[in-house]
């Protein structure tokens, strides 16, 4: 395979990684909880969040055998509230994230989310600037960037992993039970794509070693003897 071609399909494979990467950061689906349902014929509180927002929702039980199970699922009808977390501003944030959880796991996570879209955005500002001619040696801090981006994504998703195993492990939180979105997977396939598509515009961009040892040599220029 000609490497002009193997440079298109990890361009195509970088694409792919900053659109997750981007609907990860901006959604906010990236775990689901769920409240214990009392009873029959009642209501019941599920939420889903992101790096920046907090969705509940009031569902009505009608099933007798979702009695003592987790609220939902989120499909059901129900009354949606949704409310941003103050990262960075002081004053009364959302009560189940200020009271009852770890809110710095929520802050350092959404941080660290930013600088993999910082690292995203120098990486194609690199690539789109290779594309003039005798600018290829700008795919290397172009992979460079990339690669970060996609080891701060999957930093961003262990925070974020911990911060929701704190929330269910705390005695005070009304969850019971937790389960990953497709936010969250779409932060893990970023990592993916973003890591190792990064790694290979490094390697491709890095000179070409000669198949013959003997290569360098000839065509080395030759000496002048005076």
Known sequence: MQKSTKLK????????????MFMAVVSDHWAVLSHKV????STCDAAHFGLWRLCKKNIYIED??????????????GEVNCSYFRHFTPGQDSE??????QREYNISAAAIAVFSLAFIILGTLCLLGSLRKGKDYLHKPAGMFYAFAGICAIISVEVMRQ?????IESEDTIWIEYYYSW???????????LFFSGIALLILSMPQMPKNPWETCMDAEPEQIE
């Not at 399909?9 to 997750?20: H, N, R």
Request: hydrophobic share 50%.
């Open 64 to 77: 007798p055998e979702s009695v003592g199970k987790g609220c939902g699922p989120l499909s059901l009808p």
């Open 9 to 20: 399909i990890t361009f195509v494979v970088i694409l792919v990684g900053i659109v997750c």
């Open 163 to 167: 911060s929701v195993k704190r929330m």
């Open 183 to 193: 936010s969250f997977a779409c932060a893990c396939t970023a990592f993916v794509f």
């Open 96 to 101: 189940i994230f200020e009271v009852k959880t």
């Open 38 to 41: 009392d009873s029959v014929n």
